[in-house]
């Protein structure tokens, strides 16, 4: 049996120990020599492979610290064309939702002339039927009211269907190489944190804000806080372990 498998059996045998309950001030002691044993053990085990994973790790360093110098002017190259490519590709988008909310506004405001234009005539058809119908002439009066309605039925009902703007660039270009698409996402930056935070809070985004526990106990601490409204403090005793020096 070699070293490794000694040492296995023997951690074995101690973790099984810890199946222990701990209820009175013997028991305490027990279970705390095993964490010191425990501890020892660990140690052994570190201490078996430490020789094993520095050359293991000198090793990866290397070969990483080469790769590295390899992959750094490739990543550099790549990212400078990627930003271009980026930059372009936004610009053509920018200028194609221009474009499309130009000819949505005129889309719009031929629709409204053409409103306007049937309501003045539905108007003139009224008056003329109303003319009519004072003459006399009541077949010809309903002829022309019916005109009129017909008319600002057709008002009710006018539509103008959508341009759609020249796309420069498609949404996937085929290169000699493969393919390119681009997708619009969202690019956000920080400002002003503190405003930031009471919007969040205010918009009930409370959820999406991290907090930093260990800063905070370390505020508290500094603080004396024995209470501080959405959260719980309370002192909790950890023990902590020495184990006796060798001769």
């Known amino acids: 049996m070699n070293h490794i498998e000694i040492i296995e059996q023997e951690v074995a045998l101690e973790v099984k120990n810890t199946e222990i309950i701990v209820d009175d001030p013997a028991s305490m002691e027990i279970a705390s020599d095993m964490v010191l044993k425990l501890d020892d053990m660990k140690k052994k085990v570190v201490e078996y492979w430490a020789d094993t994973k520095k050359k293991a790790y000198d090793a990866w360093k290397n070969i990483t610290t080469k790769e590295k110098e390899m992959l750094d002017p490739i990543d550099s190259a790549r ?3 990627k930003k271009k490519i980026n930059a372009y590709l936004t610009e053509q988008k920018r200028k194609e939702d221009e474009e499309r909310r130009r000819l ?3 889309r719009r405001a031929a629709e409204e002339a053409e409103r306007q234009r049937l309501a003045k005539e539905q108007k003139e058809k009224e008056e003329e039927a109303a003319r009519l119908a004072a003459e006399g002439k009541a077949e010809e009066a309903a002829q022309v009211a019916q005109e009129a309605e017909a008319i600002a039925v057709a008002a009710e009902a006018v539509y103008i269907p959508p341009e759609v703007p ?4 498609e949404k996937t270009t085929r290169t000699d190489a493969g393919t390119v698409s681009g ?3 969202l690019s956000i930056e920080i ?3 503190k405003a930031l935070i009471e919007s969040m809070i205010k918009d009930g985004l409370l959820e999406m804000i991290e ?3 260990a800063k905070l106990k370390q505020w508290i601490r500094l603080t ?3 209470s501080y409204p959405g959260l719980g403090i309370a002192k909790v005793v950890n023990a902590s372990f020495r184990g006796k020096k060798s001769a």
Do not use: F, N, P
């Open 79 to 81: 990212d400078g064309l």
């Open 104 to 106: 949505e506004a005129e």
């Open 166 to 169: 020249e796309t420069v660039v």
């Open 183 to 185: 997708k619009e996402e």
């Open 191 to 193: 400002r002003d944190k």
């Open 211 to 213: 907090v930093k526990e």
């Open 224 to 226: 004396g806080k024995e």
